[in-house]
Every structure is written in structure tokens, then in C-alpha cells.
Nanobody, 123 residues
Framework: VQLQASGGGLVRAGGSLRLSCATSGRTFSNNGVGWFRRAPGKEREFVAAVNWNGGSTYYADSVKGRFTITRDNAKNTVYLQMNSLKPEDTAVYYC?????????????????WGQGTQVTVSS
């Protein structure tokens, strides 16, 4: 399985970006998918996750109300819509496919990881 994350870039505070995570090699329509991020000098942290059919989502408190995770299983793609971006959102964002169908905020629940896409928010 290969995961391709895209959509990152440079944006001013208050702006928006939409990240995409596309898979190839096999379908992941039965698996939960999550987004994580790693800022310079910090540990990787959970951002958002969605269960296998998109019916349940979960967000880190730091992004709740600003970010929205959705998925399109027909396209094998998961999206992360990021609004009202803040400089502290600056990080490399990674998508990951979980071993099971529910969502999870635990790094250990995921066994396939994308290469990451850089998001930089200027003040």
C-alpha cells in the first residue's frame, strides 16, 4: 500500500488548505484513516481520524471546530479541510491507514504511513 499526501503549502494565518491522502496498491475502504503532524522539534501528534465509512470522526482539541476530515471511498482518498489556520499549525502532516475499521488517535493503531506534506502558516 502506498499513501500519497498532497495539498500542503504556505498560507497566511486565518487562511485555509485542503490536504488529500490517496492510496494505491489496495483499497482501504474497510479501514480507519488518520492524520498526524510533526512540528519542528516536537513529537508527532494526532490531528484527526475517520472510521471506515466516514460516519464517525475524532479530532484533537487543538483543531476541533477548524479542521474537518472526510473520505471518499470510491476514490480511495481522505481529505483534511483546514480552516482558520494558525502559525502553530505549521508542521509536516502525515496520513495513515489503521489496522482496523474504527478511528483511533493512537499512533500504534496505524500500520501504513504516507510521506508527509509540509504546511506552513505565516503570522
Amino acid at each position: 500500500v502506498q499513501l500519497q499526501a498532497s495539498g500542503g503549502g504556505l498560507v497566511r494565518a486565518g487562511g485555509s488548505l485542503r490536504l488529500s491522502c490517496a492510496t494505491s496498491g489496495r483499497t482501504f475502504s474497510n479501514n480507519g484513516v488518520g492524520w498526524f503532524r510533526r512540528a519542528p522539534g516536537k513529537e508527532r501528534e494526532f490531528v484527526a481520524a475517520v472510521n471506515w465509512n466516514g460516519g464517525s470522526t475524532y479530532y484533537a482539541d487543538s483543531v476541533k471546530g477548524r479542521f474537518t476530515i472526510t473520505r471518499d471511498n470510491a476514490k480511495n482518498t481522505v481529505y483534511l479541510q483546514m480552516n482558520s489556520l494558525k502559525p502553530e499549525d505549521t508542521a509536516v502532516y502525515y496520513c495513515a491507514v489503521a489496522r482496523g475499521s474504527p478511528y483511533s488517535s493512537s499512533y500504534a493503531a496505524y500500520n501504513y504511513w504516507g510521506q508527509g506534506t509540509q504546511v506552513t502558516v505565516s503570522s
